[in-house]
């Protein structure tokens, strides 16, 4: 019987996999999608995150980025990092980073998905396609709509106001070592340096929509980029390099961790917002402290411990996410940055090194 079986083979699966072999366990991931996995994701690593990943022994190559840039029609503010700089990484040098680490590990890869589980008091037997597999716990990093989740009974409701996120890449030599987010009244557009000759543009907002078409077909995205003409101007003669991927709804307000020994971490245990864009830095914090709980035997400590590791995170992106409704504050949240710049540089540097 193997210690602990993964579910989803993403950075958040991966990390708890990393994390559970540092510790001395053996570990399975199983995986369905063909490696290495993509997705619609702002690839900005805070300077948090990427020591989190140094930390696992995984260094992706990638572009330095130094601090953040709001923009707004009117108004510009600019916070850098006091310490360590962020890394703009295509998703998929991320994924292929960690692969290679878990597999030094001796981290098992297994391709299918996880359709059924059943537990008892000394483990977890899941379907793989066809076979069985027997585990002391059973982890469910299957993202957004994770159907370990739902196989748990702990999906939440659907989220009040849905936002949805779709990101592509352009052709287009970065212009500053900052990420940029550009705002406009109902949406938010993010623009991460990934690599010499290329930027990834994630927009945010409420509606849905985004194919793979990387023509210049008609799919959702240059119709998102038109509420950003400082964007566009900045794109001009620039080429799609990449199709839109899109996500969502990404608000998911899931009421609990963990079920007996099935477990969640990263998108699946729960999500508030990318505003923060600290998707990837909560995941890597939860798996170090899930791991801990797991070579401890405790998984019962895990709900305390992921609401310890994410409660900073939480509470900024939340009450960034919460004023960003507010139609009187949502106007005032670039001229607040600019006229506050030593409180808008501590945010950034409480955001970034959570």
């Given amino acids: 019987m193997i210690d602990v079986l993964v579910a989803g083979g993403g950075p958040a699966g991966l990390a708890v996999a990393i994390r559970c072999a540092m510790a001395g366990l053996s570990a399975t991931v199983a995986e ?16 948090a995150a990427a020591g989190r990943l140094a930390e696992i022994g995984v260094r992706p190559s990638g572009i330095p980025f130094r601090g953040i840039r709001y923009l707004s029609a009117a108004h510009q503010a600019e916070a850098r990092f006091r310490g360590a700089s ?8 991320l994924q292929s980073a960690m692969d290679s680490r878990a597999a030094v590990l001796g981290v098992e890869m297994r391709a299918g998905r996880i359709t059924g589980f059943v537990q008892d008091s000394d483990g977890v037997t899941a379907t793989l396609g066809s ?21 748990c009974g702990l999906n939440p409701p659907p989220p009040r106001r849905p936002r949805f996120g779709l990101r592509r890449h352009y052709a287009a030599e970065p212009w500053t070592d900052l990420v940029e987010v550009y705002w406009a009244r109902d949406s938010e557009a993010y623009v991460t340096p990934v690599g010499h000759g290329m930027v990834g543009i994630a927009v945010l907002g409420a509606r849905n929509g985004g194919t793979r078409d ?4 008609h799919d959702g995205f240059e119709d998102r980029l038109a509420a950003f003409p400082a964007l566009r101007e900045r794109l001009d003669g620039a080429s799609p390099a990449t199709g839109a ?17 099935v477990l969640l971490a990263g998108d699946a245990s729960g999500y508030t917002d990318a505003l923060t864009g600290e998707g990837i830095g909560a995941a890597l914090a939860q798996a170090e402290v899930l791991a801990s709980c797991l070579a401890a035997d405790r998984p019962g400590d895990y709900e305390r411990a992921w609401r310890r590791a994410t409660r900073a995170s939480r509470l900024l992106t939340s009450g960034l996410l919460w004023s960003r409704h507010q139609p009187l504050l949502a106007p005032r949240i670039v001229p607040a940055a600019q006229r506050l710049p030593g409180v808008f540089t501590a945010i950034v540097n409480q955001v970034g090194n959570a």
């Fill in 32 to 47: 369905p999608r063909q490696a290495p996995v993509d997705k619609a994701c702002g690839e900005g690593l805070m300077p």
């Fill in 131 to 151: 076979e069985s597999v027997r585990a002391r716990y059973l982890v469910g990093a299957d993202g957004l709509h994770s159907a370990v989740r739902r196989g």
């Fill in 245 to 261: 991927l899109g996500a969502g709804p990404l608000r998911q307000d899931v009421p609990g961790r963990a079920l007996g020994r």
């Fill in 214 to 217: 990387i023509r210049g077909r």
């Fill in 86 to 93: 962020g890394l703009g990484v295509r998703r998929t040098a």
